[in-house]
Structures are given as structure tokens and as C-alpha cells.
């Protein structure tokens, strides 16, 4: 499959414990953020979005905390498991109409060890 | 349910030769659709999109090209594909900002 995350920070985690993914951005404008997991040779997959009126989202086993004062992102994955383990980016959109395209960070490698 | 469907999964292709990379997209209308690539170890880089049959923006120069034929339909083509466009292309379709993603087309020009 694709070798996405050769050179990508990596966090490393016990099977169990909480993990904590964060994500700086950079354009103030930005008003939609969306968490993606991606495991090798796939496409990303959608975790969990948020908007700038929100600092906080919850999900099913995922939180995503939003401080837009320092531009920051964080994706919380409580009790983690050996099938998180994957490449997490976070992207960022602004309110251009028609295009709302995603702008990616470069991504982290989560391992899970058992 | 919609559902976003991109292929080949792998290509591999000799420099100078020609692409075409297809990816449909099903269970909904006049969506937003999307063509990126990924280098090893990076992240998402946009190349195209399109808001509607027949309109078609770059978002960087290079030698490939993007056409929208049908309203759920959407198109990669390069006439002479060169080393540097070997990557992870992907296909995504949005309404409203979350964008969803195809399987991805594994490109090696050789």
C-alpha cells in the first residue's frame, strides 16, 4: 500500500491509554475544521468536524478541542486501540464560496502498542 | 447513501505516456469534487475542483488536467505523464464542507 508517514511525527500509545493529536493552523480566516484518519494504501476517512462557534465536539470515543485564540486543534481519542493506529491529519476550510476546499496539515503517525 | 468511487487502485505508467484516471460519485447531486495528491510521508495536496459540469479550477501549474463531464463524474488526464507526477491521488466529492474520500489511485511513472 501507500507509504504515507514516512517522515511524520508519530505518537505512540498503550492500548487503553487516551491519545492526544494536535494541530497548529494558520489562516485566522479559517471557520471549519474536520479531523481524518487515514491507514495505509487508503483514503482518509472522516473522524469528527468542527466549526469556529464551537470550541468543543464530541464523538463516539473522539473529542476535538478548538482554541482559536492560538490557532490550535486537538483530536482526543479516549481508551485507544490497536485499530486507531493510523495516520491522523487535520484540515481547515474557509468561507470561500464555492470551493470550500481542505487545507491538510502534515499529519501524525499514531502507533498503539498492545 | 453516497458513495465515491475512484480507480484504477494502482497504475504504474512509463514517462511520456498518457492518463486517465476516473472517479464517480453516487447518491448525490451536484456535489463539490475534488483531485489531490499525496507525496510519501505528506499530507493532502489540492489539485483540481469543480462546482459544476464543465467548470474546472487549478489550484497549482502542472502537467495535468481535470475535466468534468458529467455532474458526478470527474476526470485526472495527463498527455505525458513525467517522473515527479508519480504519487497518491485522491478523489473527493463535499456539500457543505466535510469532504469524503475515494480509495485512492497509487501512480508510479517508471
Known amino acids: 500500500g501507500e507509504s504515507v508517514g514516512l517522515h511524520l511525527p508519530t505518537l505512540s500509545v498503550q492500548e487503553g491509554d487516551n491519545s492526544i493529536i494536535n494541530c497548529a493552523y494558520s489562516n485566522s480566516a479559517s471557520d471549519y475544521f474536520i479531523w481524518y484518519k487515514q491507514e495505509s494504501g487508503k483514503g482518509p476517512q472522516f473522524i469528527i468536524d468542527?466549526?469556529?462557534?464551537?470550541d468543543k465536539r464530541q464523538g463516539q470515543r473522539v473529542t476535538v478541542l478548538l482554541n482559536k485564540t492560538v490557532k490550535h486543534l486537538s483530536l482526543q481519542i479516549a481508551a485507544t486501540q490497536p485499530g486507531d493506529s493510523a495516520v491522523y491529519f487535520c484540515?481547515?476550510?474557509?468561507?470561500?464560496?464555492?470551493?470550500?476546499?481542505?487545507?491538510f496539515g502534515s499529519g501524525t503517525r499514531l502507533q498503539v502498542q498492545p | 447513501s453516497q458513495t465515491i468511487h475512484q480507480w484504477p487502485a494502482t497504475l504504474v505508467q512509463p514517462v511520456g505516456s498518457p492518463l486517465s484516471l476516473e472517479c464517480t460519485v453516487e447518491?448525490?447531486?451536484?456535489?463539490?469534487l475534488y483531485w489531490y495528491r499525496q507525496a510519501a510521508g505528506r499530507g493532502l495536496q489540492l489539485l483540481f475542483y469543480?462546482?459544476?459540469?464543465?467548470?474546472i479550477s487549478s489550484e497549482v501549474p502542472q502537467n495535468l488536467s481535470a475535466s468534468r463531464p458529467q455532474d458526478r463524474q470527474f476526470i485526472l488526464s495527463s498527455k505525458k505523464l513525467l517522473l515527479s507526477d508519480s504519487g497518491f491521488y485522491l478523489c473527493?466529492?463535499?456539500?457543505?464542507?466535510?469532504?469524503?474520500f475515494g480509495q485512492g489511485t497509487r501512480l508510479t511513472v517508471v
Open positions: 469543480s462546482v459544476g459540469i464543465g467548470q
Open positions: 473527493a466529492w463535499s456539500l457543505g464542507g466535510r469532504a469524503f
Open positions: 447518491g448525490t447531486s451536484n456535489p463539490n
Open positions: 484540515a481547515e476550510s474557509t468561507p470561500d464560496t464555492g470551493r470550500r476546499a481542505l487545507t
Open positions: 468542527i466549526r469556529s462557534n464551537m
